[in-house]
Antibody
Framework: EVQLVESGGALVQPGGSLRLSCTAS????????MSWVRQAPGKGLEWVSA????????YYADSVKGRFTISRDSSKNTLYLQMNSLRAEDTAVYYC????????????WGKGTTVTVSS | DIQMTQSPSSLSASVGDRVTITCRAS??????LNWYQQKPGKAPKVLIF???SLQSGVPSRFSGSGSGTDFTLTISSLQPEDFATYYC?????????FGQGTKLEIK
């Protein structure tokens, strides 16, 4: 069964840092691009970042560029999101997602991990 | 960045109704348009990819059409389990932006 399990969500103070992890199983992790998508409380979906299967190429939304870093460790089948200089507006459920080869759509989602930025 | 605009933002309908949701891109995205369904407290689930391809396991009452900048999601006969929020997403160029969502409620 293809599965993504996120971890690392927490309550953190503004200006703080946090690293999210996503452990993948049931597919050849290194063959697929992966993404992070977030959803603030009561709001819509926001694409945050993506990384190629090789890990060489990364992409970011303007709202997180320079503060967040996406990476992956294929030996551990794990995707990461390092979040620095956190702001209240980063408060959200963060979903790990697997991209499909065709049309780059998300075909598998994790259940999400909650990040709350508050003093 | 490509902006995605969905309409309507909310919609009330009855079981058995035919429903159409539209999504417009701020520039051409050819067929790189995907539709997702999200229920409260759950992760989204893909329904349609590439504007008109039905994801495996999704009921055939869901269909998508369009290309370029204008797209539609149609549910031919609403079922009770279809009441949810629907999002379009362009995957033509990063950032892969989502529409603001359409909340489909029971009339």
């Amino acid at each position: 069964e293809v599965q993504l399990v996120e971890s690392g969500g927490a309550l953190v103070q503004p200006g703080g840092s946090l690293r999210l992890s996503c452990t993948a199983s049931g597919f050849t992790f290194s063959s697929y691009a992966m993404s992070w998508v977030r959803q603030a409380p009561g709001k819509g979906l926001e694409w945050v970042s993506a990384i190629s299967g090789s890990g060489v190429t990364t992409y970011y939304a303007d709202s997180v560029k320079g503060r967040f870093t996406i990476s992956r460790d294929s030996s551990k089948n794990t995707l990461y999101l390092q979040m620095n200089s956190l702001r209240a507006e980063d408060t959200a459920v963060y979903y790990c997602a697997k991209e499909n080869f065709r049309y780059y759509y998300i075909d598998v989602w994790g259940k999400g991990t909650t990040v709350t930025v508050s003093s | 960045d490509i902006q995605m605009t969905q309409s309507p933002s909310s919609l009330s309908a009855s079981v058995g109704d035919r429903v159409t949701i539209t999504c417009r891109a701020s520039q051409t995205i050819t067929s790189y348009l995907n539709w997702y369904q999200q229920k409260p407290g759950k992760a989204p689930k893909v329904l349609i990819f590439g504007a008109s391809s039905l994801q495996s396991g999704v009921p055939s009452r869901f269909s998508g059409s369009g290309s370029g900048t204008d797209f539609t999601l149609t549910i031919s006969s609403l079922q009770p389990e279809d009441f949810a929020t629907y999002y379009c997403q362009q995957s033509y160029s990063t950032p892969y932006t989502f529409g603001q969502g359409t909340k489909l409620e029971i009339k």
